[in-house]
């Protein structure tokens, strides 16, 4: 009885905790933490932003921003970028780590980086002509796909 008891505990916790982890919400701009309203004023101040969504995971709570353009952004929590995927034009320049663009310019010099992801492995960039590279923290590069 013991062991019935403790697996539906288990179950009815799992269960809650998935129904709480996949919840999007449609915000406005103006709910994003301050960090991510500053990126986006002074990268894509230009830009028409469609929508943004929230998303609450289990601990935290993770925000996207689509603009009219198909461009789309990703935020942690805090507000720090995680992911910049510029379907329909490149990521500004300002975004990308000098280093990263060094290289890019002096190996790619045709193409344009359209879409950068970070974590704390480090980035990984997708460039026009649809190569990924992948860089460490200390922005060497560990990968071309």
Request: glycine content about 2%.
């Amino acid at each position: 009885m013991k062991k019935l008891a403790f697996i539906l505990t288990c179950m009815l916790t799992l269960c809650t905790t998935l129904a709480i982890a996949d919840n999007d919400k449609v915000i406005i701009v103006k709910q994003l933490p301050q960090t991510a309203q500053l990126f986006l004023k002074s990268h894509f101040q230009n830009s028409k932003v469609a929508l943004v969504k929230m998303e609450n995971k289990v601990v935290t709570k993770d925000y996207e921003v689509t603009f009219v353009n198909g461009n789309k952004i990703d935020f942690d929590s805090k507000g720090n970028w995680e992911e910049v995927d510029c379907k329909a034009s490149s990521v500004p320049a300002k975004v990308v780590p000098v280093q990263i663009q060094r290289y890019v310019k002096a190996n790619y010099p045709n193409e344009k980086i359209v879409k950068i992801e970070r974590d704390r492995k480090g980035y990984e960039i997708k460039l026009s002509n649809r190569m990924e590279l992948t860089f460490d923290t200390k922005y060497q590069l560990t990968k071309i796909d």
